[in-house]
């Protein structure tokens, strides 16, 4: 049992640095991700590396309709949204 299990994390950014070492300590702690990240080829690649814990999505953190497209997503795939972590995009 980890400290996230039944728990459902969407990590904007999640697909690179930062980001992406959240999205592998969630998983860890048996939490379930959705990953975004800007860069489609880099999100294949993290979904085939992580596997059925995670779900990578497309989207960029300056856009204002992505995190919502994430909730969604963790609804649609996982049942449930927990939290949200953005480490990535602008300040402004």
Known sequence: MG???N??????GGTGGLGLSAVRA???HAGR???VGRDAGRVREVQ??????VSCLAGDAMD???????????LEVFGRFD???????GSG
């Open 26 to 28: 969630c998983l860890r």
């Open 64 to 74: 204002p309709a992505t995190a919502p497209r994430a909730i969604e997503r963790a």
């Open 3 to 5: 400290d996230l299990e």
């Open 48 to 53: 085939a590396e992580l596997g059925d814990g």
């Open 33 to 35: 991700v959705v990953a």
């Open 7 to 12: 728990r459902v994390i969407v990590v904007i």
């Open 83 to 89: 939290g949200l972590y953005q480490v990535a995009g």
